[in-house]
């Protein structure tokens, strides 16, 4: 085939532009492709249900999101009642929503929305098929926003992350700290704490110490799987429960130890000679902790104050 003088450059410059018009096509989800644990707290603008949220305390709402993001949490959780979102058949109210949804991106914080659609408006006739319509609708225009991860029906299963209840007659700081991390452990990509008084008060608040470990470190958690092998035992702590997990990737390991016990506990983790006897970050406190070599392997003692966790990570190769 007979090429045209400078079509070698013309081929040069198409591959190169290539890949960016291929970016420029993507959605916003299939451009995101870094690593993302999603840890945020249901949110919906004070104690405030939307669409109401942000029509007229809009300035709290931003302060609050503002405050959300910068103790260290990258995401938020908000909903809808299908009775107030659509009055009358095929007019909505989701202007609020969707003022809040804009104020979440201004603080670069993720979103997802549930669709609350249990109890139908008076005017529905045909719950399910109505139900559907606007479910899909809602769906298709609150999506729109870059932000946006998801937009479900609270009974899809969408709401499956692990849920941690926060405040008077729920989980204490502390009680939620443990529940974090043994999520954590447990290979959880999604934790959301619900501040049972509404909004974002100083109680849950405080956990984004906590929670900004993994938020700012997501190369380094997102990839991270149980380990099965590594532990050999846990000893002492006199029968209370003192769970250890190991979690492996590519390029880190993470030890996650929790006692659930209220009182303090004394054990000795016993790990595999395979285990590095490398010196070991805490990620909580941010000091080095190196393991003892013994006849049967490495091993760690440690104490556990009440309801304590330690959580230590090192960097490595795939052996």
Known sequence: MHLAPGSDILTRMLSALLPLICGLLLTPQQAQAEPFIQI?????????????????????????????????????????????????????????????????????????????????????????????????????????????????????????????????????????????????????????FLDVAGGAGPAVLSLGETVGIVTRNQALFAPLRARKDGIREVVGGGGAPVEVKLLESPEALLIVGINYSPSVQKVTINFTPDMPEAIWQNLETGTAVNFVMGRGGPFLEHTFAPRDTLVLMIRKKLR
């Open 40 to 192: 945020g707290i249901w949110y919906a603008g004070g104690q405030a249900r939307p669409p109401d949220a942000g029509l007229t305390d809009l300035e709290i709402v931003r302060s609050e999101l503002t405050l959300i993001r910068r103790a260290g949490f990258n995401s938020i959780i908000t909903w809808i009642n299908w009775q107030e979102a659509e009055p009358k058949r095929g007019t909505y109210a989701l202007a609020a929503i969707e003022r809040l949804i804009a104020a979440a991106a201004q603080n670069d914080l993720k979103v997802d929305v549930r669709l609350f659609t249990d109890k139908a408006p008076a005017w529905s006739t045909a719950v399910s098929a109505d139900r559907d319509r606007f479910a899909s609708y809602a769906a298709s225009r609150l999506r729109l926003g870059v932000q946006v991860l998801s937009v479900q029906t609270a009974d899809s299963g969408a709401g499956s992350a692990q849920v941690i209840r926060v405040g008077t007659n729920a989980r204490t700081p502390i009680e939620a700290r443990v529940d974090f991390w043994a999520a954590i452990a447990r290979g959880a990509q999604r934790v959301t």
